[in-house]
């Protein structure tokens, strides 16, 4: 299962192999697709050492949506799916708090 983060940037990055063409020809993009039926694609790189590198920006959403999440290749004409798994979109920042105590007031 992969977190994604609701209030801040998230980056994909991976090593992308390719065989039949060149790096130069290949566009990485990052497929959301939450279990409400919205997808949201979002397109990346491939720099000189074959890193992708795809940011997914703050996402406008409910706490805790769940989904698919696939990293897409297009090579040339192709569509090449090389990768996929769960997704939950959470906050990154959280507050907590323990042992509340309330004792009486003189006001």
């Excluded at 397109?43 to 990293?71: Q, T, W």
């Excluded at 290749?73 to 507050?95: C, G, M, Y």
Aim: hydrophobic share 45%; with cysteine; glycine share 6%.
């Amino acid at each position: 299962m992969v977190v994604f983060h609701k209030d801040k940037v998230d980056t994909f990055t991976c090593k992308v192999n390719v065989q039949g063409s060149t790096i130069d020809k290949c566009v990485p993009r990052i497929v959301l697709s939450f279990n409400n039926g919205i997808t949201m694609m979002f397109e990346g790189i491939i720099n000189n050492f074959s890193i992708a590198e795809i940011k997914i920006p703050e996402i406008p959403a409910p706490d805790l949506m769940r989904g698919c999440v696939r990293l897409e290749i297009i090579v040339e004409k192709a569509l090449l799916t090389p990768w996929q798994d769960e997704f939950v979109l959470k906050n990154a920042l959280s507050v907590g708090i323990e042992n509340i105590k309330i004792a009486g007031s003189r006001c």
